[in-house]
Nanobody, 114 residues
Framework: QVQLVESGGGLAQPGGSLRLSCAAS????????MSWARQAPGKGLEWVSG????????YYADSVKGRFTISRDNAKNTVYLQMNSLKPEDTALYYC???????WGKGTLVTVSS
């Protein structure tokens, strides 16, 4: 069965960095675009970033452009989100999402606070 398992969340200071990982299994990872989405406490779901199946193109929400970088390793069935220059408003549960948002992981919590 399809599984998406996020890791790498935690507490970071403003201006700090974290790297999220999403390990995928149960499907042909290299055939699917992948995305990251997030939900801040008390707020709605926000798409953060996406990457083509072969990594040839990447996309970012304006709120993270220039600070976050999405990448993938199809040999390891893993997608990453490098988050730099973190802000308190980046605090959220971050989800890994397959393709046209048909499968989601359970999320990893990122807290940005001094």
């Amino acid at each position: 069965q399809v599984q998406l398992v996020e890791s790498g969340g935690g507490l970071a200071q403003p201006g700090g960095s974290l790297r999220l990982s999403c390990a995928a299994s149960g499907f042909t990872f290299s055939s699917y675009a992948m995305s990251w989405a997030r939900q801040a406490p008390g707020k709605g779901l926000e798409w953060v970033s996406g990457i083509y199946s072969d990594g040839s193109d990447t996309y970012y929400a304006d709120s993270v452009k220039g600070r976050f970088t999405i990448s993938r390793d199809n040999a390891k069935n893993t997608v990453y989100l490098q988050m730099n220059s973190l802000k308190p408003e980046d605090t959220a549960l971050y989800y890994c999402v397959r393709g046209l948002w048909d499968y989601w992981g359970k999320g990893t919590l990122v807290t940005v606070s001094s």
